[in-house]
Antibody, heavy 120, light 106 residues
Framework: EVQLVESGGGLVQPGGSLRLSCAASGFTFSTYTMNWVRQAPGKGLEWLSY????????YYADSVKGRFTISRDNAKNSLYLQMNSLRAEDTAVYYC?????????????WGQGTLVTVSS | SYEMTQPSSVSVSPGQTASITCSGDKLGDKYTFWYQQKPGQSPVLVIF???RRPSGIPERFSGSNSGNTATLTISGTQAMDEADYYCQAWDSSTAVFGGGTKLTVL
């Protein structure tokens, strides 16, 4: 069974940093592109970042470029999101999502999400 | 940046057909994907590559995409289909989501 479990969320002050993790199991993690997607309270979905299976290709949404860094450790079956210079508008539930078919175009499995609250 | 527009809400009676649209410039030239999200839950993929259903998704869910509009159709809508629905596509190395449509079954 495919499982994605996010962790690392919590309360952080504006300007602070946080590192999210996503532990993957039930599939060969090293062969899948992965993504981070977030959802602000009561709002829609917002794609944040994409990382290819070998980490050779990475994309970011403009809203987080230069502040967030995606990475992965295939030996540990884990995906990460380093978030710096956090702002109130970064408050959201953060999901990791698996690429559906290798194209990177869509997401067939999602984690349960981890809540990040940016507030003083 | 690319934008995808959905109606904020759609209402349907049980057993009837619900249609949720998603519009974007030349959207028909891209693949569109659809996700269902129920309150407090993570999104679930219901349609990929415009019209294909993942395993486990009921046949009443179907999709189409042409011109500037993609459509998610739910035939014989059931109360359990009440949820938020999001369309998604890729443009210029960026994934884009529509704003979401709240489907009410009443």
């Amino acid at each position: 069974e495919v499982q994605l479990v996010e962790s690392g969320g919590g309360l952080v002050q504006p300007g602070g940093s946080l590192r999210l993790s996503c532990a993957a199991s039930g599939f060969t993690f090293s062969t899948y592109t992965m993504n981070w997607v977030r959802q602000a309270p009561g709002k829609g979905l917002e794609w944040l970042s994409y990382i290819s299976s070998s980490s050779s290709t990475i994309y970011y949404a403009d809203s987080v470029k230069g502040r967030f860094t995606i990475s992965r450790d295939n030996a540990k079956n884990s995906l990460y999101l380093q978030m710096n210079s956090l702002r109130a508008e970064d408050t959201a539930v953060y999901y990791c999502a698996r690429d559906g078919d290798g194209s990177g175009f869509y997401y067939d499995y999602w984690g349960q999400g981890t809540l990040v609250t940016v507030s003083s | 940046s690319y934008e995808m527009t959905q109606p904020s809400s759609v209402s349907v009676s049980p057993g009837q057909t619900a249609s949720i649209t998603c519009s974007g410039d030349k959207l028909g030239d891209k693949y569109t994907f659809w996700y269902q999200q129920k309150p407090g839950q993570s999104p679930v993929l219901v349609i990929f590559q415009d019209s294909r259903r993942p395993s486990g998704i009921p046949e009443r869910f179907s999709g189409s995409n042409s011109g500037n509009t993609a459509t998610l159709t739910i035939s014989g809508t059931q109360a359990m289909d009440e949820a938020d629905y999001y369309c998604q596509a890729w443009d210029s190395s960026t994934a884009v989501f529509g704003g979401g449509t709240k489907l009410t079954v009443l």
